[in-house]
């Protein structure tokens, strides 16, 4: 696994008390992931492309319920989606990933790159950088060191990318009629929490000078 040291940017250094690493640990983007993903952005958005690129516009924060970084890691890791996901394999074969995976002693791990399109939102995977979170219930809640580094991932992603949006999962639905919003099918909708109001109103709040556009509001 490589590991990239990353420097704070000058215009973020002052929330930045100390530089962190970014560990490489790619889950498996063959060629059979490849035409699945592209599949995927035809078939949900109408999107006809060669390359399986985005133009982040959005970060989203997740958990992944499950305790340990390694099983967490094997439910991302292979191209085709696990047969205990039914409820979302009506929609497409490909595996459900996230452009980085965060883990409870809050090593930053990335899975695969940051502007190849992953599958963890519905309606916005063309357009959203994914951090998932190791844990997140039960006796695996996320963690201080998760917070810190989420809060750090956010800046340094806002920093390289013209990025407009930072939300939960659990808000998804509310770009529902938003410009960015592509998803084709109006009954494909999961019920989200994660990663938990607390959690996110924390690194929201630590990022509040990034001036990232208000989520859209319920109606």
Same mark, same amino acid.
């Given at each position: 696994m490589?590991k990239?040291?990353v420097l704070?940017?000058?215009s973020i250094?002052l929330?930045?008390s ?5 560990t490489?640990k790619?889950?498996?983007f063959?060629?059979?992931?490849k035409?699945?993903?592209?599949k ?7 999107l006809?492309?060669?390359e ?6 959005m ?8 305790? =340990?970084?390694?099983?967490?890691y094997?439910?991302f890791?292979?191209p =085709?989606?696990p ?10 074969g490909l595996?459900v990933s996230?452009?980085f995976?965060?883990?409870?002693d809050g090593t ?5 790159p940051?502007t190849?399109m992953?599958?963890h939102v ?5 357009c959203?950088?994914?951090?998932e979170n190791?844990?997140g219930?039960?006796d695996s809640?996320?963690t201080?060191?998760?917070l ?15 990025i407009d949006?930072l ?5 998804y ?5 938003h410009?960015?919003w ?5 009954g494909?909708?999961?019920i ?5 109001k607390k959690?996110?109103k924390?690194?929201?709040?630590a990022?509040k000078?990034?001036?990232?556009k208000?989520t859209?509001i319920?109606?």
């Amino acid at each position: 696994m490589k590991k990239l040291v990353v420097l704070c940017s000058l215009s973020i250094t002052l929330s930045c008390s100390v530089n962190r690493e970014i560990t490489d640990k790619p889950i498996i983007f063959n060629e059979e992931r490849k035409e699945l993903t592209l599949k995927y952005m035809s078939d949900r958005y109408d999107l006809d492309q060669e390359e399986p690129n985005i133009v982040p516009k959005m970060i989203v924060l997740h958990w992944t319920v499950i305790p =340990t970084l390694e099983k967490s890691y094997q439910a991302f890791n292979l191209p =085709t989606l696990p047969d205990w996901r039914p409820e979302i394999s009506s929609a497409s074969g490909l595996n459900v990933s996230s452009q980085f995976l965060v883990d409870q002693d809050g090593t930053i791990y990335r899975l695969m790159p940051e502007t190849t399109m992953a599958r963890h939102v519905i309606g916005l995977n063309h357009c959203a950088i994914g951090i998932e979170n190791v844990g997140g219930t039960g006796d695996s809640k996320l963690t201080r060191a998760q917070l810190r580094s989420n809060k750090w991932l956010v800046k340094y992603l806002k920093s390289k990318y013209n990025i407009d949006y930072l939300i939960g999962h659990y808000e998804y639905t509310l770009f529902e009629d938003h410009e960015l919003w592509l998803e084709k099918d109006e009954g494909y909708r999961t019920i989200k929490t994660d990663p938990g109001k607390k959690f996110l109103k924390r690194v929201k709040r630590a990022t509040k000078k990034l001036n990232f556009k208000p989520t859209p509001i319920a109606k």
